[in-house]
């Protein structure tokens, strides 16, 4: 276990600073200020609102996955937490903080709670594919994404096998010999077989592509308007789709340099100059973080939760 979390914290040490040296290294620091200086500060302020509005899209579809009885407003709350622990802590320990404050707020168990979860995050997984894919075509950087793709499919593979053959599943499930584990593992199962239809799978995906869509505003409104680039659609698209994988990848606290590094290299297949792509990733950067960071702490602080607990339960589970 410390061997792991040693390695762990390694390959996070050295992708954090790796972005880190790709972002500012020979960085002209009075041309960053005079980008930033261009851009509008009425713009800025009306797409950081557009930006705070998209929250309720995270909200609708906790609530959807809980089956509508975990309400709007708690998850929300969730989400803000989630994100205000991610942004403050490495290894997306926010996902598992989601999933204690819906247990504390509406009595599910741990497995559902982690089960739900599960579902949002493989579902932003598939959005990511689907998008990763089509701008992978479009500029032929097919080999960029496959490595997602193994893993979403292999997912996708292991669903249909529980699905299809439960009984099976059932007596694979049995030799688990990790408690926390198979409770999870139970809780999918039992999804998979009783709750999880095809009408479920479609809403779950309008209600993904609905986050996506009013996720990627604010970064097309920051390039278009507030930067003002002559951008493409689709080059656009590339950028945000970059970032997103950037802002996914398990290292900093809010993917602090590594979102940065991934918008310049979006931006740099487009021949934008270094110090505006650094200027418009910090720009977007921080319209994501300190609103979420802000709120969620406060959520935090009011569940009676504590990042001190939740970081021992991860301990407790990945020691089980």
Known sequence: MILKKTVSLVLRTALVGACLVYAFWGVDFAELGKAFARFDATAIAITTVVSILGYGAMALRMNFLSGYTCGNAVGL???????????????????????????????????????????????????????????????????????????????????????????????????????????????????????????????????????????AVPTFMVIFWVAGLKLTMGQTLAVFIISSLGMAMPSSPGAVGVFEAAVIFGLGLFKVDKELALAIGLLIHMMQYIPTTVTGLLVLARSGLSLKSIRHSEEAMEDA
Not at 93 to 104: D, I, N, P, S, V
Not at 146 to 160: Q, R
Not at 200 to 208: D, E, M, R, S
């Open 77 to 215: 709350k969730a989400f803000l937490l989630s994100m205000a622990v991610n942004n403050v802590v490495p290894a997306k320990l926010g996902e598992l903080a989601k999933a204690f404050y819906l247990r504390k707020e509406c009595g599910y168990s741990l497995s559902q709670s982690i089960s739900m979860v599960f579902w949002e995050r493989f579902f932003d997984l598939n959005a990511i594919l689907a998008m990763g894919l089509v701008v992978a075509f479009h500029f032929k950087l097919k080999m960029a994404f496959f490595p997602l793709a193994i893993g979403v499919g292999s997912i996708w593979a292991c669903l249909f096998f529980v699905r299809k053959w439960p009984e099976k599943a059932e007596r694979i499930i049995a030799i688990i010999p990790f408690e926390r584990l198979r409770e999870f593992i139970v809780e999918v199962k039992l999804q998979l077989v009783h709750g999880v239809t095809l009408r479920y799978l479609i809403l779950l995906g309008v209600y993904t592509a609905l986050v996506w869509a009013l996720y």
